[in-house]
């Protein structure tokens, strides 16, 4: 499986953006799909995940009500708009795939990951 992100950038804080993953490779039926972060200095954590069913949705609870997650089977992409966007959400963001949880150990595969950078 290959996971490649996109639509990072710089945006002033109270801003917006749209993340994207292209998957590409087997098919992920089944798998969950998620997003993940890793600020500087920090450990990489859960942002947001989606069954490739489109049936549920985790959030974590630092970006809830600011994230929404969504996928296009048909397209095989995976997406994250962020709103109200803090100068704390400063991170490159990674997509990931695994069939066993939406936790950092329990990913399978990962992409190369794309910066957001909020300024205050």
């Known amino acids: 499986v290959q996971l490649v992100e996109y639509g990072g950038g710089l945006v002033q804080a109270g801003g917006s953006l749209k993340l994207s993953c292209a998957v590409s490779g087997r ?8 997003w993940f972060r890793q600020a500087p200095g920090k450990e990489r954590e859960f942002v947001a995940a ?3 069913s489109g049936d549920r949705t985790y959030y974590a609870d630092s970006v809830k009500g600011r994230v929404a997650m969504s996928r296009d089977i048909v397209a095989s992409m995976l997406y994250l708009r962020m709103y109200s966007l803090k100068p704390e959400d400063t991170a490159v963001y990674y997509c990931a795939t695994s069939q066993y949880g939406t936790e ?15 300024s205050s």
């Open 104 to 118: 950092v150990k329990d990913m399978e595969y990962w992409g190369k990951g794309t910066q957001v950078t909020v």
């Open 50 to 52: 989606i069954t490739w």
């Open 27 to 34: 098919t992920v039926s089944g798998y969950v799909l998620a």
